[in-house]
Structures are given as C-alpha cells and as structure tokens.
C-alpha cells in the first residue's frame, strides 16, 4: 500500500483545512486507516482512526468535536476535515494503514499501522 497525503497549508486560527490521503493498491477497503501528526521537538501522536467499512471512528481528546476523519472505498481515500483550528494543531500530519484486519476496530497505537504516507504540512497562526 502507497499512501499520498495532500491537502495542507497555512491557515488562520480558527480556519478549516480538510486532508486528503490516497491510497494504492486494490485492498484499501481490507485497511483500517489513520491519521498521525507530528510537531517540532515532539513525538508523533494519534490523532484520528478509522474501520475498515467506516462504521467506527476514533479520535484524540484534543480534536474531538473539531475533527472528522471519513473514507471513500470507492476513491480509496482518506480524510480528515478540521474544523476550528488552533495554533497547537501545527503540525506535520501523516496519514497510515493499519494492518489490523478486525472488523469494526479503528486503531488507536503506531505499532499497528504498516504503512506511512510522506506526510503534509498544516501551520496554524494566531
């Protein structure tokens, strides 16, 4: 699986970007998705998942209520819509597939994600 993560930029606080991750490969609808991201001088954090079919979604504390992850099997993509921005979403977001094959299971941790997309950038200004 090849993941192609797009959809980032500059926005003011408060603003909206929606991240969109493309997959390879003909098993998209076999991989639970998320979406990671990273900040300067910090570790790589959870920040969204998603099943397999789309019926269950996970979310960290700090992005529930602003952030939605969705998939499209037919477009085999991923994306997260972020709402109400905040200069700490600043970050490099990486989207991954998991190779957790549970049904109904969005996965929460890094160790169950194979597969790493290049990352896209979104700064937030106050």
């Known amino acids: 699986v090849q993941l192609q993560a797009s959809g980032g930029g500059l926005v003011q606080a408060g603003g909206s970007l929606r991240l969109s991750c493309a997959a390879s490969?003909?098993?998209?609808?076999?991989?639970?998705m998320g979406w990671f991201r990273q900040a300067p001088g910090k570790e790589r954090e959870f920040v969204a998942a998603i099943s397999r079919s789309g019926n269950v979604t996970d979310y960290a504390d700090s992005v529930k209520g602003r952030f939605t992850i969705s998939r499209d099997n037919a477009k085999n993509t991923v994306y997260l819509q972020m709402n109400s921005l905040r200069p700490e979403d600043t970050a490099v977001y990486y989207c991954a597939a998991s190779t957790n094959y549970r049904p109904s299971y969005a996965p929460h941790f890094q160790s169950e994600y194979a597969y790493w997309g290049q990352g896209t950038q979104v700064t937030v200004s106050s």
């Open positions: 490969g003909r098993t998209f609808s076999s991989n639970a």
